[in-house]
């Protein structure tokens, strides 16, 4: 069964989405600083101990690429799905007065505030029409 939100839930949620982002976030960046630091090595090629310590930034870069994996699986069991990594951008399915809609929050961002009709996924996010108070 396919989970859907209206724009209260998938607000309230979005505690628990910022906490994932926040880790896959750091990891995406430490990740990319040991790449830098792993390309570097490899250029200056000083063989000394050149193997070990590429095999531990090796191993170091696995382990954040695993964690990456398991944030992204994080949301896609709350039903939700990442379109980018950079900036983070999640897809959370949902539903509005006006039909179905793909609620679209981007790291950074305090609150669910763009979407868009399902199937335009690549298309460029539009600010959400809220109705307005009384």
Request: contains cysteine; aromatic residues 4%.
């Amino acid at each position: 069964m396919k989970r859907t939100y209206d724009l209260k839930a998938a607000n309230q949620v979005l505690k628990l989405v910022r906490a994932i982002a926040t880790e896959l976030i750091e990891r995406r960046s430490a990740r990319r600083t040991l790449a830098r630091e792993r390309e570097q090595l490899e250029a200056a090629a000083t063989p000394e101990g050149l193997r070990s310590e590429l095999a531990e930034l090796d191993a170091r870069i696995w382990e954040h690429d695993e964690a990456l994996r398991n944030c992204n699986a994080e949301l896609e069991g709350l039903g939700m799905t990442v379109l980018r990594t950079a900036p983070l951008t999640v897809h959370i399915p949902g539903h509005s007065k006006s039909g179905p809609v793909v609620f679209c929050w981007e790291e950074g961002e305090s609150s669910v505030c763009f979407g868009h009709p399902p199937g335009q996924e690549e298309h460029p996010r539009r600010p959400l029409r809220l109705a307005k108070p009384a």
